[in-house]
């Protein structure tokens, strides 16, 4: 300090111009408009990752673009610090993905001292494909609704499953080989693919895994009463044993006959008989056997 000159620590403020203003001993003041102006931090943000996906194990090396970005920047991937960090610019870092358990997309976030930028689906990590066998029952009506058991293996939490490109909107995933998807409505009838996809991993299809039936055709319409499953079979020679076999205690039989636009009902051991969805009674599980061609 001196007669020409004062040091001193401004205070905390808003962003933009203020004045100055010196008083002395004696209270006399001198004040200069605009002599000091407060400005906004930088802002720091995360535009783009490169790779934007990579196993689970980690060690994918990535290129993370954004703004100012400096000397002891931090990187987490999914919560996770990345290892190997380079800031090679103001707009550029270079990093090395950790190890997760589960796949999908998670954050990319960059901080560097009070400033935090982050990228919410920035990597996708990508987690095993699952595989489909079989879809039960594989026919049902445009207006979807029912259930369909979709058997393979890989199944995890998060699964996702469409039926000819329309999203599944209920999942019940019973294990890791076996899940329930109630099929969506159609638009047209015909066969289409069924894809089953976990978080993060690639789809895996089953081609024409089912069939939407034309308008009139007899189809399950609905899911079984009680609780039950429905199974469709192919004309199987021993119907009784097939059912000992796979100790259900209490089962409907039908066969659909598709010239008289009927379910016939078979009671084992005895003559056909012709009866209507309404009046089949609770069952376990209800067995569909194809007419044969």
Request: glycine fraction near 12%; hydrophobic fraction near 45%; avoid cysteine.
């Amino acid at each position: 300090m001196s007669a020409a000159s004062i040091t001193a620590k401004t205070p905390a403020g808003a962003a933009g111009q203020v004045a100055v203003t010196v008083t002395d001993a004696d209270l006399v003041s001198g004040t200069m408009a605009s002599a000091f102006t407060y400005t906004t931090p930088g802002t720091l943000t995360v535009t783009a990752v490169a790779p934007t996906n990579g196993p689970l194990a980690g060690g994918t090396a990535i290129t993370i673009t954004g703004t100012n970005f400096a000397t002891g920047t931090t990187v987490t991937i999914g919560g996770v610090a990345a290892t190997g960090v380079v800031v090679a610019s103001t707009t550029s870092i270079t990093a090395v993905t950790p190890a997760r358990d589960s796949g999908g997309q998670v954050a990319v976030t960059v901080k560097v001292g009070s400033l935090e930028g982050s990228l919410a689906t920035g990597f996708t990590y990508k987690g095993p494909a699952p595989t489909a066998k079989s879809a039960t029952p594989d026919e049902g009506p445009l207006a979807g609704g029912i259930v369909v058991v979709i058997t393979g293996s890989g199944f995890v939490k998060g699964v996702a499953v469409s039926f000819g490109g329309v999203a599944v909107t209920k999942i019940t995933l019973r294990s890791d080989s076996e899940l329930e998807a109630t099929a969506p409505a159609a638009k047209a009838a015909g066969s289409v693919d069924v894809v089953v996809t976990n978080p993060g991993s690639d789809p895996t299809t089953l081609e024409k895994g089912f069939t939407y039936a034309p308008p009139g055709s007899p189809t399950l319409a609905k899911s079984p009463p009680a609780g039950g499953i429905v199974l469709v079979v192919a004309d199987t020679k021993d119907l009784q044993a097939f059912i000992k076999a796979q100790k259900f205690t209490n089962a409907a039989v039908f066969t659909l006959d598709v010239e008289k636009q009927q379910w016939r009902r078979y009671i084992l051991g005895a003559p056909a008989v012709v009866n209507t969805l309404t009046t089949i009674a609770a069952a376990d599980v209800l067995i569909v056997r194809r007419q044969p061609e």
